[in-house]
């Protein structure tokens, strides 16, 4: 599945984003029935590139293993395609309810099927791969059905070749740049895999994996929904102050949330993967407490990215990221070659990357044209709650056991941010 999330990226040349930019109904159906059509003829030619290339290209590099999974590939493309496509024009819609069910439902399929699998059958290649395409079938097929029934036959009706190919021209900057940006993106994530098997075993691949999900669950869930909602916001308000507003009102809450709970989670690692997925992936504690800061900063810049479509600077986009990619990956290639240890390696990744992620935001800011004082006030509010954090852990260490201080630790945090909250909820019913 890692394989097939590189095609899948970019299987629709990343035309779904215009569907946010449609001006009416017509313009909005015209640039599905695009992206659907791309997708269908990409999905045929990688299927016929995968029968062409695959056998050979498997023996070559000694992945025999996966040989009989290619097939997945092409089919997992297609149905990702045509999911991404339907999300953004419900999207366009504000349908947000059903896309919250599709995206609950890819989850609990995938995981079930998985889990189930690995309970009653002893896990396998198989199962991991039949959970992954009925959590994406699921999904699709909620998406598909519900914009067929709201499309009704207005979808068959406002399709045409002339409009279709309007949408092709108009918005060819997707293809040329964000494209290559989000290719860049995925196929960066899986070198780095890539890489460190070329000098470690299976085993520590699978810990830095496993590491990597658990670190990057709110990137993957919160900023995920958040960014296509966000799309729609800054296509019709960028360049304004109600803009910056919410920017500026949103990242202080995400500070304020996930500050106590990232540190909790890098002091705290190994001991909350074994007590959640068993003593066997304490191991890979270290990994997710390296990917806590990443973590931590991609969380608060994965929803921005549609910036840089809504304003036209693409470009510096793709630069930005081949930048990163390049002084990354080429110092987590020299790290591993020098003979230092995988955690080294991964160490220096993620602090590359949680710099880029800060540079990255600064800029992101300079390009909706935000003043870079609303910024700048994240940063005194990050350090207080982050030394209060590390003082609290250490305090606690010291005066209970490891698991008591666990407990404590987080009650103290959950308390915290609900006393904020009441707080809040408490202010804004006065004012009303």
Request: net charge positive; aromatic share 14%.
């Given at each position: 599945?890692?394989?097939?999330?590189?095609?899948?990226?970019?299987?629709?040349?990343?035309?779904?984003?215009?569907?946010?930019?449609?001006?009416?109904?017509?313009?909005?159906?015209?640039?599905?029935?695009?992206?659907?059509?791309?997708?269908?003829?990409?999905?045929?030619?990688?299927?016929?590139?995968?029968?062409?290339?695959?056998?050979?290209?498997?023996?070559?590099?000694?992945?025999?293993?996966?040989q009989?999974?290619l097939?997945?590939?092409p089919?997992?493309t297609?149905?990702?395609?045509?999911?991404?496509?339907?999300?953004?024009?419900?999207?366009?819609?504000k349908?947000?309810?059903?896309?919250?069910?599709?995206?609950?439902?890819?989850?609990?399929?995938?995981?079930?099927?998985?889990?189930?699998?690995w309970?009653?059958?002893?896990?396998?290649?198989?199962?991991?791969?039949?959970?992954?395409?009925?959590?994406?079938?699921?999904?699709?097929?909620?998406?598909?059905?519900?914009?067929?029934?709201?499309?009704?036959?207005?979808?068959?009706?406002?399709?045409?070749?002339?409009?279709?190919?309007?949408?092709?021209?108009?918005?060819?900057?997707?293809?040329?740049?964000?494209?290559?940006?989000?290719?860049?993106?995925?196929?960066?994530?899986?070198?780095?895999?890539?890489?460190l098997?070329?000098?470690?075993?299976?085993?520590?691949?699978?810990l830095?994996?496993?590491?990597?999900?658990?670190?990057?669950?709110?990137?993957?869930?919160?900023?995920?929904?958040?960014?296509?909602?966000?799309?729609?916001?800054?296509?019709?308000?960028?360049?304004?102050?109600?803009?910056?507003?919410?920017?500026?009102?949103?990242?202080?809450?995400?500070?304020?949330?996930?500050?106590?709970?990232?540190?909790?989670?890098?002091?705290?690692?190994?001991?909350?993967l074994g007590?959640?997925?068993?003593?066997?992936?304490?191991?890979?504690?270290?990994?997710?407490?390296?990917?806590?800061?990443?973590?931590?900063?991609?969380?608060?810049?994965?929803?921005?990215?549609?910036?840089?479509?809504?304003?036209?600077?693409?470009?510096l986009?793709?630069?930005?990221?081949?930048?990163?990619?390049?002084?990354?990956l080429?110092?987590?290639?020299?790290?591993?070659?020098?003979?230092y240890?995988?955690?080294?390696?991964?160490?220096?990744?993620?602090?590359?990357?949680?710099?880029?992620?800060?540079?990255?935001?600064?800029?992101?800011?300079r390009?909706?044209?935000?003043?870079?004082?609303?910024?700048?006030?994240?940063?005194?509010?990050?350090?207080?709650?982050?030394t209060?954090?590390?003082?609290?852990?250490?305090?606690?260490?010291?005066?209970?056991?490891?698991?008591?201080?666990?407990?404590?630790?987080?009650?103290?945090?959950?308390?915290?941010?609900?006393?904020?909250?009441?707080?809040?909820?408490?202010?804004?019913?006065?004012?009303?």
């Amino acid at each position: 599945m890692s394989i097939a999330m590189v095609p899948a990226a970019v299987i629709g040349l990343r035309y779904e984003l215009a569907i946010m930019l449609a001006k009416n109904e017509d313009e909005s159906i015209q640039t599905l029935s695009l992206c659907w059509l791309l997708t269908i003829g990409l999905s045929v030619a990688l299927f016929l590139m995968i029968q062409a290339v695959g056998p050979g290209f498997c023996q070559h590099y000694h992945l025999e293993a996966i040989q009989p999974y290619l097939w997945c590939v092409p089919l997992f493309t297609f149905l990702w395609g045509v999911d991404q496509a339907c999300n953004y024009w419900l999207t366009h819609h504000k349908a947000f309810k059903v896309l919250a069910i599709g995206r609950f439902s890819r989850s609990a399929f995938t995981v079930g099927t998985q889990m189930a699998a690995w309970s009653l059958l002893g896990g396998g290649y198989i199962y991991l791969v039949a959970g992954s395409f009925l959590g994406q079938f699921a999904a699709t097929a909620i998406l598909l059905g519900t914009v067929v029934r709201r499309g009704g036959r207005q979808l068959v009706a406002a399709t045409s070749l002339v409009g279709i190919k309007k949408a092709f021209v108009e918005h060819r900057n997707y293809p040329l740049y964000v494209a290559p940006y989000a290719f860049a993106v995925q196929f960066s994530k899986r070198l780095v895999f890539v890489l460190l098997a070329m000098f470690t075993g299976s085993a520590e691949v699978g810990l830095f994996a496993m590491a990597m999900q658990v670190a990057f669950i709110p990137v993957t869930f919160v900023s995920a929904s958040l960014n296509q909602v966000f799309y729609k916001k800054v296509v019709s308000e960028i360049h304004t102050e109600r803009l910056e507003t919410f920017v500026v009102k949103t990242l202080t809450r995400m500070v304020f949330c996930l500050t106590p709970y990232c540190l909790f989670a890098a002091f705290n690692s190994s001991t909350v993967l074994g007590l959640a997925l068993g003593e066997s992936w304490m191991p890979a504690g270290p990994y997710a407490a390296a990917l806590a800061a990443p973590a931590y900063f991609l969380f608060l810049t994965s929803w921005l990215d549609r910036v840089y479509d809504a304003v036209g600077w693409q470009r510096l986009a793709v630069v930005l990221q081949i930048g990163y990619d390049a002084v990354s990956l080429g110092l987590f290639f020299a790290v591993l070659k020098l003979g230092y240890s995988p955690l080294a390696a991964v160490s220096t990744y993620c602090g590359v990357t949680a710099i880029y992620n800060v540079v990255w935001l600064a800029v992101t800011f300079r390009v909706a044209s935000f003043s870079l004082v609303g910024l700048g006030r994240l940063v005194p509010l990050a350090i207080t709650l982050g030394t209060a954090a590390v003082g609290a852990h250490f305090l606690i260490r010291l005066s209970f056991n490891h698991q008591l201080g666990i407990a404590i630790e987080l009650t103290l945090i959950v308390v915290l941010h609900l006393s904020a909250f009441l707080t809040y909820k408490g202010v804004t019913n006065a004012r009303n």
